[in-house]
């Protein structure tokens, strides 16, 4: 059996930029087991828009079980119709031992550039 609640709250600061933000509880029920898991994640979320070409989003995660926290910063470059470049840096930290206090260690980091070019009938 699984319970979770979600709240949402979103501000828009301005048209161009926005942000957000997730709480998530959730419990777990394993009754043949006779076992409970409770946790939650929560979510941050930010968007910039300089112009129609440049827009950038930051997203920030963290989970309570195990305790395992991510980034992600994507930078988006529309050079025209059909055309766009993305970079994006992906990051996430965890505990070495989850559920015991101590320092915060890099588990991967990832940094993608991609580049789309649609082509259309010559």
Do not use: C, M
Request: a positive charge; aromatic letters at 6%.
């Amino acid at each position: 059996r699984i319970a979770s609640a979600t709240l949402s709250p979103r501000l828009r600061l301005a048209p161009f930029v926005e942000l957000s933000s997730d709480l998530e509880a959730f419990r777990i029920t394993l009754p043949l087991r006779e076992q409970v898991f409770d946790g939650s994640v929560i979510r941050l979320r930010g968007r910039l828009s300089l112009n129609p070409s440049w827009s950038a989003d930051v997203l920030l995660q963290h989970a309570s079980t195990p305790s395992r926290s991510s980034g992600n910063l994507r930078v988006h470059y529309h050079v025209r119709e059909g055309t766009s470049l993305w970079i994006a840096l992906n990051q996430s930290v965890a505990r070495a031992v989850a559920g015991v206090d101590g320092p915060l260690r890099v588990k991967d980091r990832t940094l993608v550039v991609k580049y789309i070019h649609t082509f259309g009938p010559s």
